[in-house]
Every structure is written in structure tokens, then in C-alpha cells.
């Protein structure tokens, strides 16, 4: 059904899995799928979007100058890699275009310091669809932080996307969270 659907969840959360098995899917039944994902970096306008359980596909990169509309116009489906990193404005134009199509968009909803990403905050106040995929925690229990570390340390401040920065990512429940968060405020 035509709609903006947002299907977020913690890094590792197998995000770009679910989307390309969902793809398959639609593609099974003849539906043709467009695949797309923001990019910071104009030079590049094709990508391979990739999965830990071995599956891929080729993707286009848009930014705020790419005619959204031209490039889906000829598919029934518009899924959305990476969705965090999409402006409001492409959100906006995602949210024109879901009249008409089945947009899917994957994505974090929070950066490592629970902030929500500007491209998530769009897609929550116009999304139809709002739902989580879900992760656990090392203890079991529900993954909700984007938690980052630098030299095996919990990471408090910095920009919410360091391009090219050797920083490591887990997903963590809040209670871990918690506990790290206090071991490192004592150092502090
Ligand atoms: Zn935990």
C-alpha cells in the first residue's frame, strides 16, 4: 500500500537485510524496486548496498539536488538505505513521492549520544508507518543505544557523523549503557 513507512533500529540491527529481503520479496512479485541512499559526497552517484547475511544490491546516491521524483518514476517501490543521513528536504520530497508508492526507509533513530538524526525527526513527524526492527543487548536485553568508543572507551561528546573517524559502534540496552556511562564519568 502506498505510504512513507520508517523502519528504524540499532546499528547491527540488520537493517540493510531486511530491506534487501524485502526487495527480493517485491521483486518476486513483479513489482519494480528503487533503491536509494543519501550521500554526503556528490562525485559518487552509485553505491552497493551490502549485508552481513550476503546479500547486496546496486543503489543510487542522492543528495538535495537529485530529482527524486525522475528517478523513481518508473518503479511501483522506493526503499531508503541509511535513512538518518537524509535532509528534511529529501524527507519532504520522499513523503510527496509516497502518495503514489510504497516508500520504505531504514535507518538509526538516535545518534550515540540519543539525539535524535535530523533525517529520523522528519521521518517520524510524516511517516504512515513507524516501526522498529528489533535487537538485543550482549545481556539479552533490548538494544536501544548507539553506543561509540574510541580506544575501547565510551565516547561522551563530538559531532553527531565523523566522516572517515576510526570510531567503533555497539548496541547496548540502557541499563549497560548506564553502567558504562558511570565507569566513564568517574574518569572523567
Ligand atoms: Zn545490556
New binding site residues.
Partial sequence: MAGLYFKYGTMNSSKSANLLMIKHNYEEQNFTVKLLKPSTDTREKETIIHSRVGLSAPCTLINDDSDLTELCKDYKIVMVDEAQFLSEKLVDELYEISYEKVVMCFGLMTDFKRNLFPGSKRLIELCDSLQEIKSV?????R?VVNARFKDGKLVLDGAQVEIGAEDKYRA??K??YHDLLVERLKEE
Avoid: E, F, V
Avoid at 543487548?137 to 536485553?141: N, T, V
Fill in positions: 543487548c550482549s545481556c539479552g536485553r538494544a547496548l540496552c541499563y549497560c
